[in-house]
Nanobody
């Protein structure tokens, strides 16, 4: 019932920047906690960043802290991931996810590919 659509992926040089966007359907976006995950083929999925629905408090994986910023615009049902100082190891498919209940993710987007060249 809730649909998530990611955009903004692409090819970028190491040291460059990209901004990912995820737009959600529904009327209760502000109540969801939102997360960005990434996955490389054959590797485990990694939670990159998460933002609380009520407080807007962000959390980051140690690997991206200081380089990535998660934000949300509840009026537009959109969450963003600003990625700066990109490294080749950031190359992955990035997925947007929404959670209704604490510490769970219930809805997932189809993913957007990010490739960082050396």
């Amino acid at each position: 019932q809730v649909q998530l659509v990611e955009s903004g992926g692409g090819l970028v040089q190491a040291g460059g920047s990209l901004r990912l966007s995820c737009t959600a359907s529904g009327r209760t976006f502000s109540t969801y906690h939102m997360g960005w995950f990434r996955q490389v083929s054959g590797k485990e999925r990694e939670l990159v960043a998460d933002i609380n629905g009520h407080s807007g408090s962000p959390s980051y994986a140690d690997s991206v802290r200081g380089r990535f910023t998660i934000s949300r615009d509840n009026a537009r049902n959109t969450v963003y991931l600003q990625m700066n100082s990109l490294k080749p190891e950031d190359t992955a498919v990035y997925y947007c996810a929404a959670g209704v209940f604490f510490a769970t993710y219930d809805y997932w987007g189809q993913g957007t590919r990010v490739t960082v060249s050396t």
